[in-house]
């Protein structure tokens, strides 16, 4: 089945610090891919979409400069957390679409602690 | 605005019977119905979907039911066992996988052995 890829699984670093997380579909390419924040015990929340070659479009919300989106190839994106605070701690879940009739594969999510 | 309203919160079963998760839908332009499955620590995995020209979909031991004039689809877990254990969550989205997810708040299910 298709595979998609995050990393790394589990980050703490401190305030102030930028954090990039990466998001691989390992067998497929995908035509689209979507950034997601889950807070404890709580549902996913649609941060931002992205295609490759284009600009990301952000969620009402979501600050673009603070969350950094970059969708360089058909298998990867990238999401930069730019000066993390505690407030960012989350965990951060990519998903990836490879067209057509395919549903959305996710990854396994990055666990972020700002101290 | 919550456009995706999940229920219950919390569910114990016992082994064997048969958890029932409800959803209802406001945004009527949603056309593509996941149900998804999550473990503590992973994200979540697909475990079936439907599309609203369907009544009911099943997929080994999970059945959809969906009612398009009640905007309300709710997944049956059909002899559950204890490793079914997890956090359930229902999502929609327009256009299949193109588009982000909306999802439900999800519910935590326990099955006793």
């Known amino acids: 089945g298709a595979v998609v890829s995050q990393h790394p699984s589990w980050v703490i670093c401190k305030s102030g610090t930028s954090v990039k997380i990466e998001c691989r579909s390992l067998?497929?390419?995908?035509?689209?891919m979507f950034w997601y924040r889950q807070f404890p015990k709580q549902s996913l929340m649609l941060m931002a979409t992205?295609?490759?070659?284009?600009?990301?479009?952000?969620e009402q919300g979501v600050e673009k400069d603070k969350f950094l989106i970059n969708h360089a190839s058909l298998t990867l994106s990238t999401l930069t957390v730019t000066s993390a605070h505690p407030e960012d701690s989350s965990f951060y879940i990519c998903?990836?679409?490879?067209?057509?009739?395919?549903?959305?594969?996710f990854g396994d999510g990055t666990r972020l602690s700002i101290l | 605005q919550q456009q995706v309203k999940q229920s219950p919160q919390s569910l114990i079963v016992q082994k064997g019977g048969i958890p029932i998760i409800n959803c209802a839908y406001e945004?009527?332009?949603?056309?593509?119905f996941p149900w998804y499955q999550q473990f503590p620590g992973k994200g979540p995995a697909l475990l079936i979907a439907?599309?609203?020209?369907?009544s009911e979909k099943k997929e080994g031991r999970f059945t959809i039911s969906f009612n398009k004039s009640a905007k309300q689809f709710s997944l049956h877990i059909m002899d559950s066992q204890p490793g079914d254990s997890a956090t359930y969550f229902c999502?929609?989205?327009?256009?299949?996988?193109?588009?982000?997810?909306?999802f439900g708040k999800g519910t935590h299910l326990i099955i006793q052995p």
């Open positions: 439907i599309r609203p020209d369907v």
């Open positions: 999502a929609a989205t327009v256009g299949g996988g193109a588009d982000g997810l909306t």
């Open positions: 992205s295609n490759e070659g284009s600009k990301a479009t952000y």
């Open positions: 998903s990836a679409w490879g067209g057509g009739n395919q549903p959305q594969h």
């Open positions: 067998d497929f390419q995908a035509t689209t």
């Open positions: 945004n009527t332009a949603f056309d593509y």
